[in-house]
Nanobody, 123 residues
Framework: QVQLVESGGGVVQAGGSLRLSCEID????????VGWYRQASEDQRDLVATITTDKSATPTYTESVKGRFTISRDRYAKQVFLQMDNLKPEDTAIYYC???????????????WGQGTQVTVLS
């Protein structure tokens, strides 16, 4: 089983910064990407940023956070981070860490999630 534990959420004024961290335990599984999603109220869970686990460590960002958020990971993708700068009230949401597993034989993808951490940005 893949386990993910987030930390680093909180309350911040607009223009401030927060750094989210996620510890990933995915022993014996192939993980192709790790990242962050967010969910505001009862809206759908939306992608914020992902990064591949191969040597390229290619990041992908949703348009609204480009230039403000930076995703990074450690060498073995056991930790993933999201540095959030110049935060805006519309960034308020529960942020979820994500790991995408790839099955060895079927190549089927399965998403695993952390418990979520609340980020609140005050105007």
């Amino acid at each position: 089983q893949v386990q993910l534990v987030e930390s680093g959420g909180g309350v911040v004024q607009a223009g401030g910064s927060l750094r989210l961290s996620c510890e990933i335990d995915a022993s014996h599984f192939i993980i192709e990407a790790v990242g962050w999603y967010r969910q505001a109220s009862e809206d759908q869970r939306d992608l914020v940023a992902t990064i591949t686990t191969d040597k390229s460590a290619t990041p992908t960002y949703t348009e609204s956070v480009k230039g403000r958020f930076t995703i990074s990971r450690d060498r073995y993708a056991k930790q993933v981070f999201l540095q959030m700068d110049n935060l805006k009230p519309e960034d308020t949401a529960i942020y979820y860490c994500n790991a995408r597993r790839v099955a060895r034989t079927t190549f089927a993808r399965t998403d695993y999630w952390g418990q979520g951490t609340q980020v609140t940005v005050l105007s």
